[in-house]
T-cell receptor, first 112, second 112 residues
Framework: DSGVTQTPKHLITATGQRVTLRCSPR?????VYWYQQSLDQGLQFLIH???????AKGNILERFSAQQFPDLHSELNLSSLELGDSALYFC???????????FGSGTRLTVV | GESVGLHLPTLSVQEGDNSIINCAYS??????FIWYKQESGKGPQFIID?????DKRQGQRVTVLLNKTVKHLSLQIAATQPGDSAVYFC???????????FGKGTKLTVNP
């Protein structure tokens, strides 16, 4: 157990729908990072939050959004889902601004 | 542009042999590099890191070598074991950036 908790582990939904992925970082970690892993694109950085504030954005679609709450857990919202959004979504956490991320076990999203 | 690539997508070794996994990076401004191991159904797991002011760093059975002249990174695993079978990713980060750019990954298979 890495200490980073992601729920749900699996999610199957239809095109056009909206889903929310949840991440609880390791105790004491202030940063939360979201990554998307697909077969053809590998691990792609989506967004980074630090202590509730957005710090950096990567290749995140406008249909996707995220937030980090006062208790430091984070949610990734995916809307108007398309077949191509099917992927593994990983959350990682870290302390302060260091780079040694710890990844969760991911949420496998399947859009049908 | 920024990209981290791997020379070999698959590597098969015999148990007990040493393994070398290679990675080429293109961003000469990158100053921090990490190797991750990802087993099936799990999130990436931190193995070892190295900063650009170093050429070599050793861990338990693993060594990372950094050649900044040719922008090449390698991971050496000594006495490879079946439990080392996984996909290995290198990742790079540029100073001041919280974003890790991941390579496509190399699948290591250890044959008994």
């Amino acid at each position: 157990d890495s200490g980073v908790t992601q729920t749900p582990k699996h999610l199957i939904t239809a095109t056009g729908q909206r889903v929310t992925l949840r991440c609880s970082p390791r105790s004491g970690d202030l940063s939360v990072y979201w990554y998307q892993q697909s077969l053809d694109q590998g691990l792609q950085f989506l967004i980074h939050y630090y202590n509730g504030e957005e710090r950096a954005k990567g290749n995140i679609l406008e249909r996707f959004s995220a937030q980090q709450f006062p208790d430091l857990h984070s949610e990734l919202n995916l809307s108007s889902l398309e077949l191509g959004d099917s992927a593994l979504y990983f959350c990682a956490s870290g302390y302060q601004m260091d780079y040694g991320y710890t990844f969760g076990s991911g949420t496998r999203l399947t859009v049908v | 542009g920024e990209s981290v690539g791997l020379h070999l997508p698959t590597l098969s070794v015999q148990e007990g042999d040493n393994s070398i996994i290679n990675c080429a990076y293109s961003n000469s401004a990158s100053d921090y590099f990490i190797w991750y191991k990802q087993e099936s159904g799990k999130g990436p797991q931190f193995i070892i890191d190295i900063r650009s002011n170093m050429d070599k760093r050793q861990g338990q059975r693993v060594t990372v070598l950094l050649n900044k002249t040719v922008k090449h990174l390698s991971l050496q695993i000594a006495a490879t074991q079946p439990g080392d079978s996984a996909v290995y990713f290198c990742a790079e980060s540029q100073g001041g950036s919280e974003k890790l750019v991941f390579g496509k990954g190399t699948k290591l298979t250890v044959n008994p």
